[in-house]
Nanobody, 123 residues
Framework: QVQVVESGGGLVQAGGSLRLSCAASGRTFRWYIMGWFRQAPGKEREFVAAITRSVGNTYYADSVKGRFTISRDNAKNTVYLQMNSLKPEDTAVYYC????????????????WGQGTQVTVSS
């Protein structure tokens, strides 16, 4: 059994910041990559950012590069997404996911998902 729980979403003004957290747990759980995806109404789910457990290599979608920062605390099995300079187009449900062995940017390669947290950016 693996549990993935996101938190930290909310409503912010354009230019503001939010910090999302993702906690993963399980009796035999060991993660390889943890990532963030988002989905806006009427749009496909898209990759946002990912990080590897072992070294902490990070990957970002071009749309968030320079504004978002992903980090991890391995002792807590927790990943964070610091979102700065938020724009209305960042509005979406943000999902955290766990990838045991696959491509960091492909949703189909992730094995476990949280239920999402809403991020709304107003103008």
């Amino acid at each position: 059994q693996v549990q993935v729980v996101e938190s930290g979403g909310g409503l912010v003004q354009a230019g503001g910041s939010l910090r999302l957290s993702c906690a993963a747990s399980g009796r035999t759980f060991r993660w390889y990559i943890m990532g963030w995806f988002r989905q806006a109404p009427g749009k496909e789910r898209e990759f946002v950012a990912a990080i590897t457990r072992s070294v902490g290599n990070t990957y970002y979608a071009d749309s968030v590069k320079g504004r978002f920062t992903i980090s991890r605390d391995n002792a807590k099995n927790t990943v964070y997404l610091q979102m700065n300079s938020l724009k209305p187009e960042d509005t979406a449900v943000y999902y955290c996911a766990v990838n045991n062995n696959g491509r960091y940017s492909h949703a189909d390669d992730y094995n476990y998902w949280g239920q999402g947290t809403q991020v709304t950016v107003s103008s």
